[in-house]
């Protein structure tokens, strides 16, 4: 049986306080990780980008201080979703730091 299928079977005869401890446990394991948003030093140098795109999160913050709206940014890039933009908005807020420093490297650039 693999992990996920025995989590699963445990899930179902576990309490809700329990559930509720293993959620606090799994959150604090993740971290700040944030699904949807990869930093590879192999793709865009290592700057957090969108998974499957070579799209960084800086981008989108810069495109949407500079006035396009999400529609816009959607359509300008066909590969991203919805919930692409909701985890680089998610990751900005947490890393604002970061995302503001790669934006000023680039715009030196």
Known sequence: MDAVSEAERL???MTRAE???LLVWVVRD???????????PAICGGEPCIVRT???VWVLVQSRR????EA???SAYPTLRAE?????WAYYRTHRDEVEQHIQLNEAA
């Open 19 to 21: 559930k509720a401890q």
């Open 84 to 88: 692409d933009l909701a985890n680089a």
């Open 30 to 40: 993740l971290g700040d990780a944030f699904p949807g948003i990869e930093s590879n």
């Open 66 to 69: 500079l006035g396009l709206s």
């Open 11 to 13: 899930l179902m005869t």
């Open 72 to 74: 816009e940014l959607l």
């Open 54 to 56: 070579r799209i960084p």
